[in-house]
């Protein structure tokens, strides 16, 4: 959909850019603008900057930047008229007509919706008939009751090559709009199949409690064990979480990550409805903040064995830099909460939920077990690891009361161990400051530009000549005077060179330059690079911007000298061979 730039204006006045990024991230005023952790990258040390005055954001970690709407866009995972349309309900604006591409785009994607909807209800009726009585039967060996079969709308897809295909069919759905949604697939010779066949299926709904796509478990030895909806227009398996939409209400103070459909369903079943998992993958970024959104503990509750035991050490590194709580579940005797209930019962997977580890804890108990501590050897390798980790931990009081727990549990005195965990630190510290000087050391590049496809060949030229955008962009009134001294094509940077041909423009035309119209033009790399260049970016001064443009007009020079001297040598060394 095309949108007119004054009603985008309007979206982006009305829109405060501190305020929609402060429901996704925590920020904290910081001079004349905000700063935060960014939400697209893990990071433990805030390095994103939000400007209500600019109203842009950007991350000097990642590089990521823009405006409200490309902010929108890249969170939510929207396309550009998505993203408008949401923030211009926030705003309480009417939408312009929508134009026929619009229109059919927004079909396309309902027309998605419905048949995964349409495919959920045959799955769940099949599980009631004949052919699904083997999935009924694996179900209810499970310990399922009907109630929570029919709550999940867990259901069978038959082991048949088309039967949903054909089903759908005939509920006026085309073969195009199965493969959108990948409930079907493209054979050789040009037809389509099912993609899930002889599965119990479990269908994902997301937080509106639509249904974006299912995971099917097998019922013979064929592989994968465990199949899920590849990425479609609706469903991206990195942005969503099993059992969300149940979740999403529970009055349990934190959510319980899981690693399967099971674990989750017999969690809820058992009462635990704050069960999630993550879809087919290893915990994400995105599923980080969209458990955030909605609680701010988590307890992970992986399963027990070498693979649980390191996704759960990943997923302690993804949710450290967020504002979540997070504590571990140490199961004894049983692989994951689904055996662990069957076992044990619901009141003793209560009380291991109280006894749940902090991350500290739980990351000293893993060294412990690595290490014989019978043995002076065993016990002098174990002090040095948990030394290591001991060194991690930010909270004094946290770090002090580990100290004396491990002091008691080797026999080492409190003042030895506290002694080398300092020195730890230390040599930490030391290494940290020697990488910030060899940044520091290198600013030619350090300037580069975070995406590896966008590289200067003459950074002198483009420090200057992102001074001249940025001193443009707040300053209007000079931009006539700086278009009559320089040229687009002076510039050494085609991206630098076309972002400062939009300023001229817009300028031209009568409009208002500002960040956010600029950032309205702009996608992805040069983007990114822009809302860099007004992070940084000082007072507008007109001497600097002088130097600037002489800077750029000397350097051109040089690159036109250099471009003559090196026709000169071709046109010559033709004539000595003869050419």
Known sequence: MTFSDSFLDEVRARCDIVDVISRYTSLTKRGSGYVGLCPFHNEKTPSFSVSRDKQFYHCFGCGVGGDVITFIMK?????????????????????????????????????????????????????????????????????????????????????????????????????????????????????????????????????????LGFGGRVMDDSTPKYLNTSDTIVFNKRKNLFALNFAKKTAAPAIILTEGYMDVIALHQAGFDSAVASLGTALTDEQVKLISRYKKSVIIAYDQDGAGIKATQRALELIKPSDLSVKVLRM???????????????????????????????????????????????????????????????????????????????????????????????????KKKRDEENRN???????????????????????????????????????????????PDEFSSPMLSDIYRIIINQHDAGRDVTPASVLGVLEGDASNHFSGILAREA????????????????????????????????YKDKKSYGG
């Open 75 to 211: 969170i939510e995972n929207l396309d550009f008229p998505d993203a408008v349309a949401q923030l211009a309900e926030r705003a309480g604006l009417a939408l312009p007509t929508i134009d026929e591409g619009s229109t059919l785009a927004k079909r396309r994607r309902d027309r998605v919706y419905a048949v995964n909807k349409e495919a959920a209800r045959f799955f769940h009726a099949n599980l009631h008939t004949e052919g699904g009585r083997e999935a009924l039967e694996y179900l209810n060996g499970r310990g399922l009751t009907a109630a929570t079969q029919t709550r999940f709308g867990l259901g069978y897809a038959p082991a048949a090559w088309d039967s949903l295909t054909k089903e759908m069919v005939k509920k006026g759905f085309t073969k195009n709009e199965l493969i959108d949604a990948g409930l079907a697939v493209t054979g050789k010779n040009g037809s389509i199949y099912d993609r899930f066949r002889n599965r119990v299926m479990f269908p994902i709904i997301d937080v509106k409690g639509q249904v």
């Open 332 to 430: 004894h005797d049983a692989k994951d909460p689904d055996e662990y209930i069957k076992k044990f019962g619901r009141d003793r997977f209560l009380r291991l939920i109280d006894q749940a580890e902090s991350e500290s804890e739980y990351r000293l108990s893993g060294v412990r077990a690595d290490f014989d501590t019978g043995s002076d050897e065993g016990k002098v390798s174990y002090l040095k690891a948990a030394i290591e980790e001991l060194a991690k931990i930010s909270s004094k009081v946290e770090r002090e009361i580990y100290i004396a727990r491990i002091a008691k549990d080797t026999g080492v005195s409190v003042d030895a161990i506290a002694h080398e965990v300092a020195r730890a630190q230390r040599k930490d510290d030391r």
């Open 441 to 487: 050391l290198t600013p030619v590049r350090t300037h580069q530009p975070k995406s590896r496809a966008v590289r200067f060949d003459n950074p002198k030229s483009a420090i200057a000549e992102e001074g001249v955008i940025g001193t443009l962009t707040l300053r209007n009134d000079w931009i006539s005077a700086a278009a009559e001294q320089l040229a």
């Open 539 to 570: 007072e507008p001064n007109a001497d600097a911007l002088r130097d600037y443009i002489k800077i750029i007009k000397t350097e051109a020079a040089k690159a036109g000298e250099d471009a003559l001297s090196a026709a000169a040598r071709l």
